[in-house]
């Protein structure tokens, strides 16, 4: 039973470009959340994907974008990086609006 | 929105000794509390959680527990184990939410 998946592990971008995350959740959950995690810092809540649709969303700009598929697998997309997007962004999957998050390993983003 | 604040920030011990971290949480609609571990360059892992219905909850080596009138929750670690070394997070979250909030950390050092 694969637990939750990211890809990339690694991404290096610049300033200004666009990046997008990728996300399967665990095998039996339909909802995906995503987080950004700073060094040093505990998780901060982007937003959470149900039924294809953004269910909530945290104090993100709308830089942030995401989607999910029929699959439940899901994206993160974030628009004109800036330095300060630099962190690590960590996928977790529930079923419903379960509390119990599985997380995936993350993204590690870098903007230069 | 819920402020979550985790104590201390870097915490050693001796193997074998006890450690002890403590969370207060500000909204007091919040009736979830989860720990995680996460251990460097790995995501983090569910270890134990408690609902505001119960005062302590207890599995094998780890306890939390929970006072909701003065809105604080503990994490106790029992005869700890050079595993034990990690980062650990606590987080709360209310029925009507669907985000985990998340404490800042606490880097746990287990000396041999």
Sequence with gaps: ?112 | GENVEQHPSTLSVQEGDSAVIKCTYSDSASNYFPWYKQELGKRPQLIIDIRSNVGEKKDQRIAVTLNKTAKHFSLHITETQPEDSAVYFCAASKKSDYKLSFGAGTTVTVRA
């Design chain 1, 1 to 112: 039973d694969a637990g939750v998946t990211q890809s990339p592990t690694h991404l290096i971008k610049t300033r200004g470009q666009q990046v997008t995350l990728r996300c399967s959740p665990k095998s039996g959950h339909d909802t995906v959340s995503w987080y950004q995690q700073a060094l040093g810092q505990g998780p901060q809540f982007i937003f959470q994907y149900y039924e294809e649709e953004e269910r909530q969303r945290g104090n993100f700009p709308d830089r942030f974008s995401g989607h999910q598929f029929p699959n439940y697998s899901s994206e993160l997309n974030v628009n004109a990086l800036l330095l300060g997007d630099s962190a690590l962004y960590l996928c977790a999957s529930s079923l419903g609006a379960g509390e119990k998050l599985f997380f995936g390993s993350g993204t590690q983003l870098s903007v230069l």
